[in-house]
C-alpha cells in the first residue's frame, strides 16, 4: 500500500434466494474491475455469520472514481440493491500512512 492510494472496504450480506445469480455475475464484475486501469488488488472474505467485506485497492481517486462510473458496473450495482445483498455498506478511504514488515524478507 501507498500514499495516496484509494482503498474501498464494501461488506455485504447475500439474498439466499439469489446466490447462483449472483456468482455469475460476480465473475463477470471480478474480470472487468482487475482490467480497469489503476486497479491494483481486491480481496474478499467470509465471516461465519454470513457477512463478506471485500478490500479493493486503487492507484487513485480518478481511477476509483472511473470504475465506480463504469456502465457496466452501475447496472451490477443496482442489481445489488434489487434483488442480491439484505444489506451492505461501502467505505471509501485515501491511504495516509503505509507502513508493512515482511519477517521472512
Not at 447462483?20 to 463477470?28: H, M, P
Not at 467485506?53 to 434489487?82: L, M, N, Y
Not at 445483498?85 to 521472512?104: G, K, P, T
Amino acid at each position: 500500500m501507498r500514499e495516496g492510494e484509494i482503498v474501498t472496504v464494501f461488506r455485504s450480506r447475500l439474498r439466499e434466494e439469489h446466490v447462483d445469480d449472483y456468482e455469475v455475475l460476480a465473475a463477470e464484475i471480478y474480470a472487468l474491475a482487475t482490467s480497469m486501469p489503476g486497479f491494483l488488488e481486491i480481496k474478499s472474505f467470509a465471516a461465519d455469520d454470513g457477512e463478506r467485506v471485500s478490500i479493493v485497492r486503487f492507484a487513485d481517486e480518478a481511477t476509483q472514481k472511473a470504475w465506480r462510473d463504469h456502465p457496466r458496473h452501475r447496472e451490477a450495482q443496482k442489481a445489488g440493491r434489487d434483488r442480491f445483498y439484505s444489506e451492505y455498506s461501502i467505505e471509501v478511504c485515501r491511504c495516509l500512512s503505509a507502513r508493512s514488515h515482511d519477517h521472512a524478507g
